[in-house]
């Protein structure tokens, strides 16, 4: 009988395989999948290599580095990451996020600044790692909906207006929508006439691609696959028609800015920089940028890996999208993050396993030392053209008028999130809608609804007085709490009460119904033994009534119990039937 | 028939009278309670000037200004604030945030120091007077019991420091515990020995007479008053003997630092500083200020007001302790606010109305013009030990452990608040408190309890399936979620359900009872949304129970519900009797 060695030990491997996914998947890797992750990889392959290099250009780096950045990371995310068909690799806003940071500690260009990119990539590495080990994945929900959707959007335009110094030929700057434009009017005589016809023409011609190509082939007969095939393959009809033009007509000489010489090689083995200095600076930017990347690419991965009944683990996805960073880090790209079109081509293109991704990367290594030259010729303008096409479909202004319908507080949440972005910045703007977030839901649960309740006659339940006709005892006052109690409302119900009883002279007793109250924190505490003494002061007493386990047991941990005027009741009706006397029917009103 | 002038209309001062309440009492003011404010107004006099030129000396300016900074605003807050007994003026915590803050932008002694001090009094008050018109006091509300309680034991150890140098006679400066010790150390050779004599034995009696002079009277067969009367009069005594003995004995000439030459005057009238710079540095310490303030002077009142079941009103709150800031900004005072000691005395004394914080400005106001000289030979040790005895009162260290005892998070934000405060000032200690109680609240509400519940047999009741013997439905998923949903929870449930429906392949319909859901926010309508369309993938039905009547009305307002894989029933029990099909008998575990 084959006993397996020590090291091969079957729970040992299912242990490890929690931490090393490919473990798992790659035991029982078959023929068939090997088939399907080919066939995707080759897709993928061929989208990715202009997008590449539009994305580099974004971030201000050599066109090179988004292609380094997609080999070593999508190999490391395909062993580490929990995600089938994720695929990794520099995207649109995290390449803004990269442009904007490192602008601020180099000049673009210089050698300075490649080695930023490279830091920045490591400390979000780290950072994703570091959350991973911790199992602090659950950070991520800080940043609410609306606003993520309000900061896409806004980035979007960030990233359009962006590229349109490239359209038309123009040297600009700036992080931010009135810098960008302002820039672009200054530079306006240095307008290069035959770059913006190209431009202009990239851009119709993937606008019409995108919106017409499909639709038009259809009808002139071609399959289904067919029309979708060639749809797909506009970004590189684009990029060898520009090529073929500035190649053939001499525009390079005449002010077209080209893509130029890429060096022929493998990923470099990089270092990124480790001076004080310079990991300071770009410490917080990295933290933006791992946090934006990782609820990006967990919100694809969750989305993707729910179509197939597969699961992902959000905390194992740190870890493997820290492992692409640091792998970027190394080996010459820049932050990377699961992107959202490349993950949905994959995985419609049949991606059964993260093989495909590695696959993948064999393939850009291949273009990365043998095709380079092919796109010495390609003008800027065509990438800022795959851009603009690209992100303008992220910007959504519909998010406004849905939570504009849905909820106030969401929509002013979305609405500061997308202008201060616009007009301050992303690091700005992302923060500042975390900070709205976060304050409007304090200001929701600071006035938490506290009914006043009666008997419903012949029954043990208990209703709102304003709402239906109960009994009242004039002496007795039973107010249902609706909202754990916490230092944000702890005053609150001081206020309330104090309100209720010096409004009515006969009331002696009150009466807390807490069946809704999942938490008392220590403020509250302090506000209930407040409450206690006034109350006392008053001649009132206090009860309290369906109080939960877990709250019961706090509260038997403090002095509150003991120093209570009055008792605490299993069931409100048992305090009813304790506390009530002259009763008296009272009508909703 | 006396007909009232359209001035004089009753409902009109009714109305105004909710804005300047002075209007309500003033009119109903009587002889009775013209002598009960009398007294009280004598007593508390006495108590104050002391303290006022201690807690001057405590906020680095001339003794002069905390006698001014006692005068008009108690008559301001007499107009303007709701409590009948507090009463205003400079406060310990304060002055040492005010030291602070104008420490920053001017050198103590020189002009600018005390044109900051203004200043700061200045943008206290305007901010304070916003908030009120704007009903904002639940603002205040922020600032967690236990950051608060850890503030002021960290504050109160931070003053008994700060004035040691004093009792020791040598100069030091800083704001943190490790820069005053360390600015002691470091000048300890200046060391004025007769100056350490008097500033012990002030201390040392002082100490005595709050610990042991009341017992000690009472044995020696005095009444309770007259024992009462004598310790309260311990600081006087204090201030009259090392006064004697600095002027006989000539103590001043040997280095003893003495209060000096105080201006024989009515407050003047100042003007703060308008620069945008001074401005611009003030704002955000002005801010702090006045919450701090403003939540140590509610707390006071409402402590008060309960006593005698009367109410004080927060937001009207505001606006008295603004005017009172505003009134110190121009005439020579500095920030001020509800002091507890002060505000218990002239309780205590039998104070009635406000009228009784006006005699004390009156009081007050004659000792300015008449009393000063008294004070020439005044040590400012006197002073330090009067502030060290009644800080320390402040000190309260018990609340870590009872915050131990009864919530670990209470327990973290009690401890970060003091030692930040401690080690890098009361700045950055508060705004840490702070933003640590917040994301403590945030954790707790991030992972919600859901229960999966069944039918507690013969019954319409449903119970956790790991509690109670109940009967389920292998097919069926029913799940009760015990928390308000909003963005920072979404995600969790998505994990959950995605959890639960993978490892159960028979489930075909998933049930949310959001009997306990008060709130679904943006964020959470799109994870319900996300939730929908995977289990549809799956092909999972998904269906909600017991939706509260405001959150049915939003889900109402969006598309949720047009799309939803399933149906809303009213009741658990109906979608139980429209869903169940094989049913299964389980026991607890």
């Known amino acids: 009988m084959f006993r397996p060695s020590p090291f091969l030990d079957d729970k040992m491997i299912e242990h ?13 890797y078959d023929r068939n999948a090997l088939s399907n992750d080919m066939i995707a990889a080759v897709i993928v392959t061929i989208m990715l290599i202009p997008q590449s290099l539009a994305y580099a250009l974004l971030a201000g780096l050599p066109p090179e580095a988004g292609i380094y950045a997609s080999i070593a990371p999508i190999i490391l995310y395909a062993i580490f990451g929990t ?6 690799g520099p995207v649109a806003v995290v390449s803004l996020l990269t442009a904007s940071a490192i602008g601020q500690v180099a000049e673009q260009g210089t050698a300075g ?22 199992r602090l994945g659950f950070l991520a929900n800080f940043l ?79 399959s289904a696959l067919l029309a979708d095939i060639l749809t797909k393959a506009g970004p ?28 022929q090689s493998l990923p470099p083995l990089t270092l990124p920089g480790f001076s004080p200095d310079l990991l300071g600076a770009l410490l917080v930017p990295a933290i933006l940028i791992s946090v934006i990347g990782f609820v990006e690419s967990v919100s694809v991965a969750q989305t993707l890996a729910a179509k197939k009944r597969q699961r992902i683990n959000p905390d194992q996805e740190l870890i493997g999208l820290g492992a692409a960073n640091l792998g970027a880090a190394f080996t010459g790209g820049y932050p990377v993050t699961g992107g959202f079109s490349r993950s949905v081509v994959n995985f419609d293109a049949g991606a059964e396993t993260p093989a495909a991704g590695i696959f ?25 053209a795959t851009i603009i096409v690209a992100v303008l479909s992220l910007v959504d202004l519909s998010i406004l008028k849905k939570t504009w319908a849905y909820s106030r507080g969401d929509f002013a949440a979305v609405a500061a999130t997308i202008f201060l972005t616009l007009m301050l910045g992303v690091e700005i703007g992302v923060a500042s809608g975390v900070a709205i977030s976060v304050l409007l839901h304090l200001y929701k649960t600071s006035r938490p609804h506290v009914a006043e309740v009666g008997l419903v006659p012949g029954t043990q339940h208990f209703r709102n007085i304003h709402r239906h006709s109960v009994e009242t005892d004039p002496a007795l006052v039973s107010l249902r709490v609706d909202e754990s109690l916490y230092f944000v409302n702890a005053r609150f119900l001081e206020d309330l009460i104090q309100k209720r009883v010096t409004n009515g002279c006969a009331v002696r007793n009150v009466v807390l119904i807490f069946s809704a109250v999942n938490e008392v924190d220590y403020s509250a505490l302090e506000s209930l033994e407040a409450i206690n003494h006034r109350l006392k002061d008053m001649g009132v007493g206090l009860h309290l009534s369906e109080v939960k386990g877990p ?17 605490v009741f299993l069931s409100q009706y048992d305090a009813w039937e304790a506390l009530a006397g002259d009763i008296v029917p009272k009508a909703a009103e």
Do not use: C
């Open 113 to 134: 600044y490649a080695v930023a990119a490279l830091t920045l990539a490591f400390l979000s590495g780290g950072f994703l790692v570091l959350m991973g080990v911790f």
């Open 16 to 28: 490890l395989s929690r931490y090393v996914p490919v473990l798992d998947w790659g035991r029982t």
């Open 551 to 567: 709250v019961m047991d706090r509260l038997k941990r403090s002095h509150f119990l003991d120093d209570l005027n009055g008792r």
């Open 236 to 263: 590189v009809a684009a990029v060898v028609a520009t090529t073929l033009a500035v190649w053939g007509f001499g525009l390079d000489t005449q002010g077209v800015k080209i893509v130029g010489a890429v060096p």
């Open 360 to 384: 993948t990367a064999i393939g850009l290594a291949i273009a990365a030392m043998a095709l380079t030259p092919l796109v010495y010729y390609l003008p800027n303008a065509t990438l800022a």
């Open 83 to 88: 995600s089938k068909a994720l695929a990794v």
């Open 144 to 222: 609410s909906h609306p606003v993520i959707a309000g900061f896409i959007t806004a980035s979007g335009i960030l990233i359009a207006t962006s590229q349109l110094k490239h359209i038309l030929g123009v040297s600009a700057s700036g992080h931010t929508l009135p810098e960008m434009l302002g820039s672009i009017f200054a530079h306006l005589s240095q307008i290069n006439w035959i770059t913006v016809v190209l431009g202009v023409t990239a851009t119709g011609f993937l606008f019409w691609v995108r919106k017409n190509l499909k639709p038009t082939l259809k009808r002139l007969g071609a």
